[in-house]
């Protein structure tokens, strides 16, 4: 049941937040912020909403690999804090 619960909360949208368009859409109205380095469009008047860039499988890739190439494995930080 946990398992069930956790994958809906993951999956769903943020509460009160837009996902970030790479171009501005159609129609009037559109906004635009700097997020994550890029320009992010939304439709609407400019307001304090959340943004986010949808992250795509290949996204997660990039920064699960960052992440391992970043930060060393914690067996070797024993080693290096006791001197062997």
Known sequence: ???????????????????CQARKGEGRDWSWRQIDGRRCWYQGKARKTKLYWRVTPSDQDEIDVLLESVWPPLSDFDKRWVGE
């Open 1 to 19: 049941m946990f398992v069930v619960i956790a994958a809906v909360a993951l999956l769903s949208e943020p509460a009160n937040s837009r996902e």
